[in-house]
């Protein structure tokens, strides 16, 4: 069997015309591309084909959510995602170089495996910042780092306090 076999989709059967698709992905999908930043996910993906005589018309959309460590407390954080993203599939020779939205595959080919893409686009919809709601971080915490803080801006190394007083403005 294919690694990620069930993402394969045979569009040499299929008539021209629109098609539809759907897909789970959870953990184990993520791990399959070395991807072991989420403490658990589950996203549903719809997938919708649209086969023409010369080209695939892709849309992708997928709602969900992935639980990580906050970046604040480190509490575990559950954080909703959804999005949608499009893909076109051109068929041509090897000369073509694919980009961000177009796919160049040989005329010989009679499948797509559509894991990566799914992966991609997830991922890049993922935020930077992985954060709970104004006021739902862990209260211990937060006290704690407040006292970190404080205490790194009361001390002042005395080597460095002189050079406050220089006036660089002549």
């Given at each position: 069997?294919?690694?990620?076999?069930?993402?394969?989709?045979?569009?040499?059967?299929?008539?021209?015309?629109?098609h539809h698709f759907e897909f789970e992905v959870d953990n184990k999908f993520f791990e399959t591309f070395d991807c072991f930043e989420f403490n658990s996910s589950a996203f549903k993906v719809d997938l919708e084909l649209e086969k023409?005589?010369?080209?695939?018309?892709?849309?992708?959309?997928?709602?969900?959510?992935?639980?990580?460590?906050?970046?604040r407390c480190l509490d575990d954080v559950e954080m909703p995602l959804s999005g949608a993203e499009k893909l076109i599939v051109k068929f041509g020779s090897d000369n073509y170089t694919d980009t961000d939205d177009i796919l160049i595959l040989p005329d010989s080919e009679h499948e797509i495996n559509v894991a990566a893409n799914i992966y991609e686009f997830i991922m890049l919809h993922v935020p930077q910042k992985r954060v709970h709601e104004k006021g739902k971080c862990n209260?211990?915490?937060i006290d704690a780092l407040s006292k970190v803080e404080q205490k790194e801006e009361q001390h002042e190394d005395p080597r460095w306090a002189s050079l406050k007083d220089i006036n660089l403005e002549k």
């Open positions: 069997m294919k690694p990620l076999g069930e993402y394969i989709i045979a569009f040499e059967g299929l008539k021209q015309g629109t023409r005589s010369t080209m695939l018309l892709l849309e992708f959309s997928f709602t969900g959510s992935f639980t990580v460590p906050c970046d209260q211990n915490v």
